[in-house]
């Protein structure tokens, strides 16, 4: 928390003292603190609703629990509803992702960029990101980053564009705006590599927890398939300690029986 509260002074001054000889925040130490604002240090669980929108499709809504851990880099999310869909998941222990069908019972080895249950959320909105093993900063021949202060609405934010490290990104450049004052994203468009715009995700409401922040309402929209989005509402909250088999095939296996 201290170190997170004296880089919000220097921030505060830069803006305060334009003439003194602070630099502007670097994006690189801008991705450290997203990855530390919303790192939750105990377990977490909760209940989550998509609400998907298809053209052509109409409405409809998908019933989860989600149950999350940082320490391990392990997340589970388990379909309550739909009935169709009741007993599906999707697993992530460390590096390695699975899907689960109920119905077949097997796993199947997935990527970041899985979406879940067909919506536009994806396995990435749920675990815990550590951005700046993903991302670096888009920089110009000089190496200036591009770090742009400006206006999202009526709120001060910093823009700046990353561009992925790794291969298993679910895309592999994103612009940011997040905000000046406490440095949660707002919005997020993300890129092909070719460098097509495929989604913006807009996070609508932050709760605190133990001095982080988790998003519980966010929307992501298709910009590819137009008239798609989804809603991500994340509900009835408990950091209660969850038993380490919740994050195991074999407690997906055991729903199942």
């Known amino acids: 928390m201290r ?61 989860a629990i989600y149950y999350r851990h940082d320490a391990d880099d392990s997340f589970l999310v388990v379909m309550t509803g739909p009935e169709s869909e009741k007993g599906n998941g999707y697993l992530k222990q460390g590096d390695n992702f699975w899907m689960y069908r109920r119905n077949t019972r097997t796993f199947q080895h997935i990527n970041r960029d899985e979406s879940i249950e067909g919506t536009d959320a994806k396995e990435q909105d749920f675990e815990h990101k550590k951005l700046s093993e ?27 564009e990353v561009v992925a490290k790794i291969e298993d990104v679910s895309y592999p450049k994103q612009v940011y705006w997040i ?3 406490n440095f949660l994203p707002l919005k997020i468009q993300s890129y092909s590599l070719s460098g097509t715009l495929m989604q913006t995700s807009y996070f609508l409401k932050y709760t605190q927890l133990s001095g982080r922040y988790l998003c519980i309402k966010s929307i992501y929209i298709d910009e590819f398939e137009k008239g798609n989005k989804t809603l991500l509402d994340i509900q009835s909250i408990s950091l209660q300690k969850v038993d380490d088999y919740v994050f195991t095939k074999a407690y997906l296996e055991n729903l199942s029986k």
């Open 134 to 160: 993903m991302y670096q900063p888009v920089t110009d021949s000089s190496g200036n980053d591009g770090l742009k202060e400006t206006k999202l609405g009526d709120i001060p934010v910093f823009q700046f």
């Open 3 to 63: 170190h997170r509260a004296l880089f919000g002074v220097i921030l505060l001054l830069i803006f305060i003292l334009p003439n003194t000889s602070f630099a502007a925040p670097k994006v690189a130490d801008l991705l450290k603190e997203l990855e530390s604002i919303e790192e939750i240090k105990s377990d977490l669980t909760a209940r989550s609703e998509l609400t998907q929108q298809k053209e052509g499709e109409g409405v409809k809504v998908y019933d």
């Open 179 to 181: 905000r000046q004052d």
